[in-house]
């Protein structure tokens, strides 16, 4: 395990990083990140009741279409279902750990497309559990806890 508190990221720079790889839509970014997120806080806590190791503070939303940074929503809304350009700025120098975690999560994920990756999320617990009680297409700020993420992808690890 790593030791260290949380990472001192924001999901914008992680946004950053994953977008110098290559362009796509924002709904894909956002399932990046969430998996990113939730694979940092799997592998580097020991536990569940000692979850500070985070790869950034942002909580993830149940939206009706998977988990949202609202911040990130904001800031990629414009261009809708269309891609995001590639990245072509300096990006955020990151430990060789926490970059060989995100590099997995790419190879994982990378290829699949923001529906795909959407109905992924959908039938994961994290999601799920933040939805209950909740019509398919309502809308919701509800966050998803790191409880339930940790629950769910320490599974797939033991």
């Given at each position: 395990?790593?030791?260290?508190?949380?990472?001192?990221?924001?999901?914008?720079?992680?946004?950053?990083?994953?977008?110098?790889?290559?362009?796509?839509?924002?709904?894909?970014?956002?399932k990046i990140l969430y998996y990113a997120y939730a694979?940092?806080?799997?592998?580097?806590?020991?536990?569940?009741?000692?979850?500070?190791?985070?790869?950034?503070?942002?909580?993830?939303?149940?939206?009706?279409?998977?988990?949202?940074?609202?911040?990130?929503?904001?800031?990629?809304?414009?261009?809708?279902?269309?891609?995001?350009?590639?990245?072509?700025?300096?990006?955020?120098?990151?430990?060789?750990?926490?970059?060989?975690?995100?590099?997995?999560?790419?190879?994982?994920?990378?290829?699949?497309?923001?529906?795909?990756?959407?109905?992924?999320?959908?039938q994961e617990t994290p999601w799920i559990n933040a939805?209950?009680?909740?019509?398919?297409?309502?809308?919701?700020?509800?966050?998803?806890?790191?409880?339930?993420?940790?629950?769910?992808?320490?599974e797939r690890v033991a």
């Open positions: 395990m790593i030791n260290q508190k949380k990472t001192g990221y924001t999901a914008d720079q992680i946004a950053d990083w994953y977008l110098s790889k290559s362009n796509m839509s924002p709904k894909k970014l956002q694979w940092v806080l799997t592998l580097t806590n020991d536990d569940i009741n000692h979850l500070d190791n985070k790869l950034f503070d942002n909580n993830f939303e149940a939206w009706a279409h998977g988990p949202v940074i609202y911040s990130i929503y904001e800031e990629y809304k414009l261009y809708g279902y269309n891609d995001i350009p590639k990245y072509e700025g300096n990006i955020v120098k990151l430990p060789d750990d926490i970059s060989d975690i995100l590099n997995q999560v790419w190879d994982e994920y990378g290829s699949f497309t923001s529906d795909q990756l959407e109905s992924i999320t959908h939805r209950e009680g909740l019509s398919p297409l309502a809308s919701s700020n509800k966050v998803i806890t790191d409880k339930d993420i940790f629950e769910c992808y320490i």
